[in-house]
């Protein structure tokens, strides 16, 4: 089965469901790309739960033939600026490392939102619906919504990461202040903390919190190269760090604190 074959038996599956639940029919579009935006907005909406153990099969094989096509990105492949720490622009989805860092609402289940370009939603994508499944599970036993600067790990699923370590960051309404930049530093101290409790060798950040958050992205980026900096200085961990940037200004950030 071809690419394309397997993203109309998905859809096929995902259109029934909707149908059913909703009593509203919806036309699967010709075009291959239509056809993935569909995908990604009816994956996104539903709520956790499994599809057939066939469909869900396909799905494995379609996302982890897409995770190849993007281009899977290692470590190796990245510039050590500082030991242990490297700076990488690109999609966190495509990198092979121990942990990839999302950056979570306090629901912990993931964009709802249909084809929204926040980070979360993009993890979800790419993981697979298996990832919602997992993330319900852990919040069906806690106390929700989610604290502040805690780290909750799931497996990646299909991600060339092998796990998925979600983080709530602040949300900034007007100035910052102390107790968000010290939430800040939290979620970058205890997301290493969590990866060196289970023995990980690498880790990769995005930008916690700059985004729909509001986070200011240079003083973010200040917290959270210090904050990495005194962690692996204090414990001397021997764990691999990435700080992960999409935006160019993020990047230009991040590569005058670290040259």
């Known amino acids: 089965m071809i690419q394309q074959e397997r993203l109309r038996c998905l859809l096929k599956g995902l259109v029934a469901e909707y149908k059913e639940k909703h009593n509203e029919h919806i036309d699967i579009p010709v075009n291959e790309e239509e056809q993935f935006t569909l995908f990604r907005a009816l994956c996104n909406i539903r709520p956790a739960g499994a599809m057939p153990a066939e469909w869900m099969k396909v799905e494995d094989e379609y996302l982890n033939t897409l995770a190849h096509e993007k281009g899977i990105v290692t470590i190796n492949d990245m510039e050590e600026r500082e030991p242990q720490i490297y700076l990488w622009q690109g999609d966190i989805t495509r990198l092979a490392v121990d942990a990839i860092v999302n950056a979570a609402n306090n629901q912990l289940l993931g964009c709802f939102a249909p084809n929204h370009k926040c980070i979360d939603n993009e993890i979800h994508t790419f993981a697979g619906i298996e990832l919602r499944m997992e993330c319900a599970r852990i919040t069906a036993y806690m106390e929700m919504p989610e604290k502040t600067g805690v780290a909750r790990m799931t497996y990646g699923y299909n991600l060339p990461a092998k796990h998925v370590i979600h983080t709530v960051g602040p949300i900034i309404d007007e100035e910052v202040t102390d107790k968000e930049r010290n939430e800040l530093a939290s979620c970058y ?34 917290i959270a190269v210090d904050t ?11 764990i691999e760090v990435v700080f992960n940037v999409f935006k160019d200004i993020d990047y230009k950030i991040y590569d005058k604190l670290l040259s």
């Open 228 to 238: 990495v900096r005194t962690y692996l200085k204090e414990t001397n961990s021997k």
């Open 189 to 222: 101290r205890s997301c290493l903390q969590l990866a060196n409790a289970y023995n990980l060798h690498s880790i990769a950040f995005c930008c916690i919190s700059t985004g729909e958050f509001r986070f200011p992205n240079e003083e973010a980026a200040q």
